[in-house]
């Protein structure tokens, strides 16, 4: 796979819905063996972390009412909170420190009927998505 | 709601699977929202630790599917969750990958994919929301997060030591 191939997977993986990760999985399988190929790669890619996470998985229901371990939970919890807010702050910044378009009232608008408004996400995103597209379109 | 759970949990992800635009972190609001909310299938904290346990495994975020596939209906459960969350976006990237040159260059491409970007923040910082809002009951809690945030924005620290620190402080009862 050259440079530019890889780019280009990336691109389209980054286009679908999903969890991008697993998408690049499929694309790049199938580029080099088919139906076949894609399954490979995805069952490369989610197997072992499967087999790993059920069996905390299995942990966790078991022994998940241990007090020190809810603790060390909570804590873990917490911090992985803190980290999602700074890759999003970190996704944010360049949108939002650049002249405002339409990406931050979308982005808002986005947070706020999910987040606060606790309304279900297909709702909120097909209500958004088409006005999102059309401001895309006809922003040039 | 007397329908059966595995089938609840196959409509909730096979949805997610495709509509979730920025990946599975963005899906977690609406995994929180019918897991929690509607279905009372768990509490705010199992919800908030089964996402730090996804964290701490190795592989994509979107095994926690898995986490709340088991809990709700064993074996069966972790394997209808994560059936329904892979298959139908991959059947779709299958297809659109055949197509992909077609369109690449279209305007409409470049067009949704500039709309999406947006949304799928909103729906991420959604995601952050929710889950301080489960994992945060008490001002040390609180602490951890904004400390944690603040240090994975300004620094490139290995987030794995964040959470041994993270941890310890848990194991220490300061949360």
């Known amino acids: 796979m050259t440079n530019d191939e890889f780019n280009e997977t990336f691109a389209l993986s980054q286009f679908l819905p999903g969890p991008n990760t697993i998408n690049f999985s499929v694309v790049f399988g199938s580029r080099f063996g088919g139906v076949a190929g894609a399954a490979v790669a995805l069952l490369g890619l989610v197997g072992p972390p499967l087999v790993i996470v059920t069996i905390l998985g299995v942990l966790y229901e078991r022994y998940g009412d241990v007090e020190t371990l809810g603790h060390i939970l909570s804590g873990v919890a917490s911090a992985a909170a803190g980290l999602l807010i700074a890759s999003v702050a970190k996704m944010a910044s360049p949108m939002f420190m650049r002249e405002w378009n339409s990406g931050p009232p979308v982005a808002i608008l986005a947070f706020i009927g999910v987040a606060i408004m606790h309304w279900p996400l297909p709702y909120v995103f097909l209500g958004l998505a088409p006005i999102a597209v059309a401001l895309a379109w006809f922003k040039r | ?175």
């Not at chain 2, 979107?62 to 976006?89: E, K």
């Not at chain 2, 620094?155 to 794995?160: D, K």
């Open chain 2, 1 to 175: 709601m007397s329908q059966n759970p595995l089938w609840t949990l196959f409509s909730l992800f096979a949805v997610l699977s495709l509509l979730a635009v920025g990946g599975a972190n963005a899906a977690i609001p609406e995994m929180h929202r019918v897991a929690v909310d509607v279905m009372h299938w768990m509490t705010d904290k199992q919800f908030a630790d089964m996402f730090a346990i996804s964290q701490l495994s190795p592989g994509p975020n979107v095994i926690i599917v898995a986490l709340i596939g088991y809990h709700v209906a064993g074996l069966a459960g972790a394997a209808v969750a994560i059936t329904a969350m892979v298959v139908p976006t991959c059947v779709l990237a299958y297809f659109v990958a055949r197509t992909w040159d077609r369109f690449k260059d279209a305007r409409w491409r470049v067009a949704v994919q500039q709309g999406f970007v947006p949304v799928s923040l909103g729906l991420i910082a959604a995601s952050a929301a929710v889950l301080a809002r489960a994992a945060d009951h008490n001002v040390y809690a609180a602490l951890i997060t904004l400390a944690t945030a603040a240090t994975a924005f300004w620094t490139r620290v290995n987030p794995l030591w964040v959470f041994l620190i993270a941890g310890v402080l848990g194991f220490a009862r300061l949360v």
